[in-house]
């Protein structure tokens, strides 16, 4: 129920962006910030809470955070204008990440036997993916019946038998070892994500002051360099940088980076695209969702059976090579302002991602030693969030400079034809990396042997 509710929040609120676009008055900037806010909370505060969470007790800290996510979806509801929303936001990422590190933890930990802890893992796993999947659809009935507040109450009832649940069935769980938490590395790490984001949705203002475009780039640089040494010479850091020496490591690192920007940042402009270019009703657009996000739910089934029948580097790259083409098809759809192309587009976008996300963070976690397969999801579950905040920015931006300069070079090109496109370009990229870097028959914790030393401290 954890992972339903968080993932259902997330997609839910992408159905009812523009119904809240028009009741707060939102700019561009502002619409897209209430989902970056989500992503980066999330973000920032996902490893520190397992940390906490192994320390202080799973069940306290599952607890605390169900706290704050129902706290937070009661700011959202009746908030009344653009800050209180992001604040809102930001203290549901708050709240789903200790929500998602404990919940998580308490199921390994109860579960000790292989068997029943895959199938487990496999019941998470489904109810996150029909979460996700029917969320925009799901959110859009509730506001299309109740209004776009009740997509943030709908909520509290899930949040209270989740409490209730806890106290009564969950047994409180921790971990000896003391872990320390990483906090220049989550310091570091969110302002690296907050400064790309603001820089691609603002530009270089800030209030009344306009910085010099060298020194925004010097700033992003040096938070990158200042989080890479905090990795590199901590001595508990959130990230073990001695898997990124693995080429297959990082070749599966990249899949859901393309993804996010590629199909998950696209299906935030979805509604805005099939409302304001193709012309249609709320109540059509919730519909016509499906056709990205009903294959979420058909082909996870599938999926294992078709990864396990090819290699992985074909897999992965022929399925990023899939979505590019349904973006390229929602391109054409976008300049032709046609309703059935774009429908295709969707389509075949979706049942990419269907069949690639469910197979991505095993194949992460199993392309490192065991003993890093924590770090390493850790990684995937930050590769996601961290893509998604920037591809929404990104396609942000790319609504700000049409809206500002109309008379650009691409003015004769519509701007969800040119969000789509760069998706497109985005998918054919990450598929182009695939093939270089994952081998052919790559295998299970196949890291060189440079990188099998344990690391000190």
Not at 95 to 112: E, H, V
Not at 155 to 169: D, H, K, Q, T, Y
Not at 225 to 251: H, K, Y
Request: hydrophobic letters at 60%; charged letters at 10%; aromatic letters at 10%.
């Amino acid at each position: 129920m954890v992972l339903f509710v968080v993932n259902f929040d997330i997609t839910a609120i992408v159905m009812v962006m523009p119904l809240v676009k028009q009741d707060l008055a939102l700019d561009v900037g502002g619409f897209a910030w209430l989902m970056d806010s989500y992503s980066i909370a999330l973000t920032a505060f996902l490893l520190s809470a397992g940390i906490l969470a192994d320390r202080f007790g799973r069940r306290m800290m599952l607890l605390g955070g169900n706290a704050i996510f129902l706290l937070a979806s009661l700011q959202c509801a009746f908030a009344g204008a653009q800050i209180s929303l992001i604040i809102g936001r930001v203290g549901q990422g708050i709240g789903a990440a200790f929500m998602m590190s404990s919940g998580l933890a308490i199921i390994g930990n109860r579960y000790t036997n292989t068997a029943s802890r895959a199938r487990a893992f496999a019941w998470t796993g489904t109810m996150a993916g029909v979460a996700t999947a029917l969320g925009p659809a799901g959110g859009g009935l509730i506001a299309d019946l109740l209004g776009w507040h009740w997509v943030f109450l709908i909520n509290i009832p899930i949040c209270l038998f989740i409490a209730i649940a806890a106290i009564m069935v969950v047994d409180e769980s921790r971990d000896p070892a003391k872990r320390k938490i990483d906090l220049r590395g989550i310091a570091t790490l969110s302002a690296l994500l907050l400064s790309v984001v603001w820089l691609l949705l603002h530009g270089t203002r800030i209030s009344t002051f306009e910085i010099p475009s060298w020194l925004a780039i010097l700033w992003v640089l040096a938070l990158f360099v200042a989080f890479w040494s905090t990795q590199r010479f901590g001595t508990q850091p959130l990230i073990e940088l001695d898997m990124f020496s693995s080429r297959t490591f990082v070749g599966f690192c990249l899949v859901p980076v393309a993804l996010s920007v590629a199909y998950w940042a696209v299906l935030i402009y979805l509604p805005l695209f099939l409302q304001e270019r193709l012309g249609r009703s709320f109540s059509d657009a919730w519909v016509l969702m499906l056709a990205a996000t009903m294959p979420m739910v058909a082909l996870p089934m599938f999926s294992a059976r078709i990864a396990l029948a090819m290699e992985a580097r074909v897999f992965f790259g022929a399925g990023l090579l899939i979505v590019s083409i349904g973006a390229f098809v929602m391109a054409v759809a976008a300049q032709m302002q046609h309703l059935v192309v774009g429908l295709v587009g969707m389509a075949i976008a979706g049942c990419a991602n269907g069949a690639l996300n469910p197979q991505l963070t095993a194949r992460i976690v199993g392309s490192v030693r065991r003993e890093q397969a924590g770090a390493a999801s850790a990684i995937s579950v930050i590769l996601r969030q961290g893509g998604f905040a920037i591809g929404i920015a990104m396609f942000g931006a790319v609504m700000r400079t049409s809206l500002e300069q109309p008379n650009s070079i691409l003015s004769g090109i519509n701007v969800f034809a040119t969000i789509f496109a760069i998706a497109a370009i985005a998918a054919v990229v990450g598929s182009a990396a695939v093939f270089a870097l994952i081998g052919r028959h790559s295998s299970d914790r196949e890291l060189p042997s440079s990188s099998r030393s344990q690391r000190h401290g």
